[in-house]
């Protein structure tokens, strides 16, 4: 760290300007429970400079028209333990208190999860399940985008212009919604995710109506199932077509081999998973 010059401004328009002014030699700093382990095993540029964003006040968490606001540096203990988000999101409040250990979940942000962008950011998966829209606040101004078009989007667009990622908007779950959540990790405690599912559906009785079934750890980035939405909305959720659907859905994933797990295990792992929380809903 020694080598590295540090900013810590006090307000996101002083934030996006320096930001804006440094550009591609910027780095920005949440709870560097990502960032502080790559520098230490030396796969960054220690010369890049620093941008702490924990002072601008962006780990609010309220309810505004039907949807949780979600600051970008709440921590993930700060979204697991909070009353609102358990009762609105129960998915994400579960989400946020299974990764990683408290000690890293009392300093990690959400915002932070979205930042690393990694195949198993079980935050960001949760968020894609749910519908969230991602707000990003530049020298240019604020835009708000689908959680799932943002993951997509190419490095230099996402925070082109000194932009932050500033909070999240995410609509509760309403009377008719059913959600389920798995995921598979070595051991708890700290585990990442070997893979992971996530669910949001609306249902009338045991028809679906829409669903979300984000697969996390097994392509890029997690993404929402094609497969699902095609052969479940409008359909009973039986056990043979919930079958069929987590063995057609092998076709969508894209598993890497790693310390964790390797490709075959992986895709084994997803398709019982699927099965598993397509039955939690049913
Ligand atoms: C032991 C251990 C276990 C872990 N377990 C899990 C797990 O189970 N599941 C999981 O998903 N992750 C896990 N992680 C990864 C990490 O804790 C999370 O990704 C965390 O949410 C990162 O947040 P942070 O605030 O620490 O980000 P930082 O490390 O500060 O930043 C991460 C990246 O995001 C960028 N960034 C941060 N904030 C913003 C912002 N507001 N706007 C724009 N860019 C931003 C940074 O520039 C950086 O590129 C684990 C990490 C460790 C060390």
Redesign the pocket.
Known sequence: MSNETFFAPSDLKEACALLSELGETA???????????RFNRRRRNRKETLVY?GNLSLDYISETDGRLIIG??AT?ADIADSPLVKKKLPLLALTCGE???PA?RN???????L??N?R????VAALMALGAVVVITSADGESRIPIEEYVSMPKKQK?ANGG??KQFEVPCLMADDRWGWEKLRQRRG????IVSVSVRAGMTGDICKRIRLVLGAVAVHPFISKTAIQNLEGKQLSADLIKKVSEEIVAEIDPTSDARASAWYREKAAQALVRRTLSQIA
Do not use: H, K, P, Q
């Open positions: 780095v920005i700093l949440a709870g560097g429970t990502d960032l502080m382990v964003v970008a540096c993930l990764m990683a250990s890293i300093a990690a942000t959400l915002g932070g999860n930042g690393t990694a198993n950011a079980d935050g925070l932050i990622i700290e585990g990442r995710s």
